[in-house]
């Protein structure tokens, strides 16, 4: 609730030619988070009140519900970040085209009074197998058309996919067109109410390298993959449903993960990779 104010504002500060509506889901807060959006008494602002399910399944409840929406173009927001005015008409010009596009971009890392503290930029590409080990797109950073949003695919268990953005993501890299823009329109801010922060520099590996041995991740890789493969197997070349087959069959030997990073080295960053192949 802290910094929705000024998030609310910098949302309808957008130089759009059309309206801007937001469609808010409230995860079943219990602060005043939904007092002050009705307070608002603005028709521009749907709250749609929920059941805590945590961020990827209110995500997910967010964007069925958003098939149902009259609009053109979908963006994803978080409540604490702050979009330039530019935001949405830039990556709607950007996508430019009639079929299932998404737009997504670096982040500009502020603390949380909006200074630049950094910046994130992703360090792979955005094919179908570099998405099995790793994510390139950040949820609030993403724009995405009618044609993308009414053909989504939703995964079977939810609670079995590592984030609502990755799988948004393995979506796309299937068959969208995808744009990924290396400058950013968003301020991402870092203080310890993240759900989900980011880090860079050598920091940033430490910690991933620390949490990859010490933790025992309740999703895995694996699991993702299994949901995209039932949830997409009608709508995959053959070339991606089997390097998805050996991607899952890859969780328990390392020698097949190794095979799989050897064979689609040109994909992979060295990170990702490499976690992929020790870690799983």
């Known amino acids: 609730m802290k910094y929705l104010p000024e998030q609310i504002h910098s949302l309808f500060q957008q130089d759009l030619s059309s309206d801007l509506f937001l469609l808010v889901r409230d995860d079943g807060s219990t602060d005043s988070t939904v007092d002050y959006l009705r307070s608002l008494k603005d028709p521009r602002v749907l709250v749609v009140p929920g059941e805590n399910v ?38 709607i010009a950007a996508l430019g085209v009639d079929r299932p596009a998404i737009y997504a971009s670096s982040l500009n890392l502020v603390d949380e009074n909006l200074y630049q503290i950094g910046k994130y930029l992703h360090p792979g590409n955005h094919s179908f197998v570099s998405t099995l080990v790793c994510n390139y797109i950040t949820g609030c950073t993403c724009v995405f058309n ?3 949003l009414d053909q989504l695919a939703f995964p079977e268990r939810p609670d079995f996919t590592i984030m609502h953005d990755w799988w948004i993501a393995s979506i796309a890299s299937i068959d969208s067109h995808i744009v990924y823009d ?3 329109s968003i301020d991402y801010r870092q203080h310890g109410s993240n759900h989900v922060g ?9 910690l991933k390298l620390r949490k990859a041995v010490v933790a025992n991740p309740e999703v895995s890789r694996f699991r993702h993959a299994e949901q995209l493969l039932a ?20 969780e328990h030997s390392r020698l097949r993960r190794l095979s799989f990073v050897t064979t689609h080295h040109a994909d992979l960053n060295f990170l990702s990779a490499f976690r992929y192949v020790v870690f799983g």
């Not at 995500?59 to 005015?85: G, I, M, N, T, V």
């Not at 949830?231 to 890859?250: G, P």
């Open 54 to 91: 945590g961020p990827k399944g209110s995500f997910f409840q967010l964007l069925k519900l958003a098939q149902s929406e009259d609009a053109d173009y979908f963006a994803l927001c978080d409540q604490d970040d702050f979009w330039h005015p530019h935001k949405i008409s830039h990556a």
């Open 146 to 148: 009618r044609s993308f």
């Open 182 to 184: 290396c400058c950013s």
């Open 198 to 206: 980011i880090q860079t520099g050598w920091r940033a590996l430490w």
């Open 231 to 250: 949830a997409t197997e009608d709508r995959l070349t053959s070339e991606q449903r089997a390097d998805l087959i050996e991607f899952i069959a890859s």
